[in-house]
């Protein structure tokens, strides 16, 4: 192995070696008193059995954490293979991201897409910052699992499928 020689100051390169580990795509949703509010996250990990905590990172300019923060329930999806055009829906700037996107809605208000391999019902448990980003924990209070759906995943900046 060569040296380690590139410092990690230019986020275009962080940007590009950050890509090199795949990641899932989930859809971070809830109501609210227009209707639905979501957002994209590539940055979802399980976190922990006991209590049943994930995390998922939002970057601190987002405009839409603020609002999905107040809500009471949040529904997190892990968006499948054949979703790509909903994520580029809900990480669209101006747009109505939910045109053209299946979901329904819990009582309590969390926002599930139609068709995702896992559907979870969240609160937000804690937030801690993490350089230019918020890492949210969110405490799972129900989910709906579908384990032979294939996952949408996300590596070098494109959407993959998984090899079978």
Known sequence: MSALSTPPTDPAVLRQAFGCFPSGVTALCALD????VGMAASTFTPVSLRP???SVCVQD??????????RGRLGLSVLAEEQDRI???LAGK??????????????G????????????????????PGGDHTIVLLEIHALRAEPDREPLVFHG???RRLAV
């Open 33 to 36: 008193a227009d209707g639905p």
């Open 52 to 54: 049943p905590l994930v």
């Open 61 to 70: 300019t987002s405009s839409t954490w603020p609002k999905l923060r107040m």
């Open 87 to 89: 994520c580029r829906s």
């Open 94 to 107: 101006g747009v109505d991201r939910f045109a053209d996107v299946e979901w329904e809605a819990s009582e």
């Open 109 to 128: 208000g969390g926002v599930y897409i139609h068709g995702a391999g896992l559907w979870l019902d969240c609160s937000v448990h804690s937030e801690f």
């Open 157 to 159: 900046s494109r959407f």
